[in-house]
């Protein structure tokens, strides 16, 4: 199977992670920074890495860009750099163009260009971190519309060892049970290791464990009052 191309202009922090992470997934990442040390960084992590200023089209061209699958301009403050590598890439006709905004002038001014695809990881990073704040027992959060989000929560003191039939999740709390992530131990090469599975679509007779964790889907102040009521 060919492996996917994407290109990752900007390598700050954001888009180093991402051009390593995909390349640790097994796609074909090619890296662009203008500062040398940043690409020097990443060259060995990563398919191609290359020193060149992404506002000047035709070093872009020479990159063989308009193959990628998809290209991630991941520059951050510099916001003339973001906007002219944006409309240069929309001049070239990439299939896909996911571009970071680091504030609501530069969301609006891509939305503006016809970027569809935009990413603000600050903001949502902040969501995360205020929900973790506000309840300690959620350790993930994926907003969703509608005030609904899929929220994973530590197992509340009040239900350790309650079976899932007992709590009643749709008809008392207004929560679907999508899935429970579990520690086993388990022996490798002689030796014992503590290992995480997922219980999908949990039978109601499962019994929860104290390590246990609920993957759930509900509207936020159901979730907030089921960890309320277990606390």
């Keep these: 199977m060919t492996p996917n191309k994407f290109a990752v202009i900007g390598l700050g922090h954001f888009g180093f992670s991402v051009a390593k992470n995909l390349a640790e997934r097994g796609a074909e ?44 301009v991941a520059i951050g403050e510099n916001i003339e750099g973001l906007l002219l590598t944006t409309v240069l890439l929309l001049e070239l ?18 939305e503006k260009l016809g970027v569809k695809e935009i990413l603000s990881p600050e ?45 009643e999740f749709e008809s ?7 899935a429970i992530r579990r520690k086993y131990e388990e022996f490798s090469s002689g030796r014992k290791t503590v290992v995480e599975h997922l219980i999908r679509r949990p039978g109601k007779d499962i019994i929860l464990d104290a390590s246990d964790a609920l993957v759930v889907l509900g509207m936020t102040e159901d979730t907030d009052r089921f960890v309320e009521v277990n606390a």
Aim: proline residues 4%; hydrophobic residues 50%.
């Design 29 to 72: 990442v090619l890296a662009i920074d203008k500062d040398m040390e940043r690409v020097e960084l990443i060259k060995d992590d990563v398919a191609y890495a290359a020193a060149l200023d992404a506002t000047d089209i035709k070093a872009l061209t020479t990159q063989n860009i308009a193959e990628m699958d998809a290209v991630m």
């Design 93 to 110: 006709k990439i299939k896909r163009i996911i571009a970071r905004a680091v504030s609501k002038q530069q969301r609006l001014i891509l």
């Design 123 to 167: 903001d949502e990073v902040g969501i995360l971190v205020a929900e973790r704040l506000l309840n300690p027992n959620m350790t993930a959060f994926l907003p969703l519309p509608d005030n609904y989000h899929i929220v994973e929560i530590q197992v509340p003191k009040r239900i350790i060892k309650k079976s899932i039939g007992e709590l």
């Design 172 to 178: 008392k709390y207004q929560l679907e049970l999508i």
